[in-house]
Structure formats: C-alpha cells, structure tokens
C-alpha cells in the first residue's frame, strides 16, 4: 500500500533553519504531484508547498514564499521542503500529501494519500 513517511521535524530557534523530507513507497512516485500542508494547535490544517510531477512546476503559501523552497528527487521517492528563517508562526506539525497528477495541485482535499505528521516547533 501507499507509505508516505515524515522526517526532519525538530526545535529550533527563530531564524534557523531545517530540512523536511518524506519518503514514498507503494507508488509510481514519478506520477504523483506532491504537496507539503502544516496544522498548528487549534487551527486548520493549511497549504504550504506544492510541486509537480516532474518537478519544474512549484508553488508557495504566501506565509512562506521566499524562505521555504520545495524540491523532489524521483529516483529517491522523495520530496523535500528546506525551511529558512523560520519564524515562530511556522510551529506546527507538517504533512506531506500525494495525488496522481500531472498537475501541481495546493487543495488538500484534491489529495489522496497523506503522512503522520513531523513535528516543527520555532522557539522566540
């Protein structure tokens, strides 16, 4: 079946920096558009990140544009989202999602399969 694993998530400090990557199996993850959503405590789940199946077509929250970059490498079932300057508002649990797609897609209910969840907490 469809895995889809989170990992990289972690305390850092304001400004810093860390990288999230989730790991697929089960798929033909070279098909497949990905996306990176967060949920913080006692809000909705929200887009972050999106990127296309072959990787030439991103797109950004606003909240993130400009300090976080998304990248996937196919030949490692992996999609990556590399987080600069965070800023304590970025504190939430991070989800990356999948849908077979040849399009970018930044609707979360458009997505099929979805990860656990890493942990990302910004202290001030």
């Known amino acids: 079946q469809v895995q889809l694993t989170e990992s990289g998530g972690g305390l850092v400090q304001a400004g810093g920096s860390l990288r999230l990557s989730c790991a697929a199996s089960g798929l033909s993850f070279s098909t497949y558009a990905m996306g990176w959503f967060r949920q913080a405590p006692g809000k909705e789940r929200e887009f972050v990140a999106a990127?296309?199946?072959?990787?030439?077509?991103?797109y950004y929250a606003d909240s993130v544009k400009g300090r976080f970059t998304i990248s996937r490498d196919n030949a490692k079932n992996t999609v990556l989202l590399q987080m600069n300057s965070l800023k304590p508002e970025d504190t939430a649990v991070y989800y990356c999602a999948a849908r077979l797609s040849l399009k970018v897609i930044t609707t979360q209910g458009d997505y099929r399969y979805w990860g656990q969840g890493t942990q990302v907490t910004v202290s001030s």
């Open positions: 990127i296309s199946w072959s990787g030439g077509t991103t």
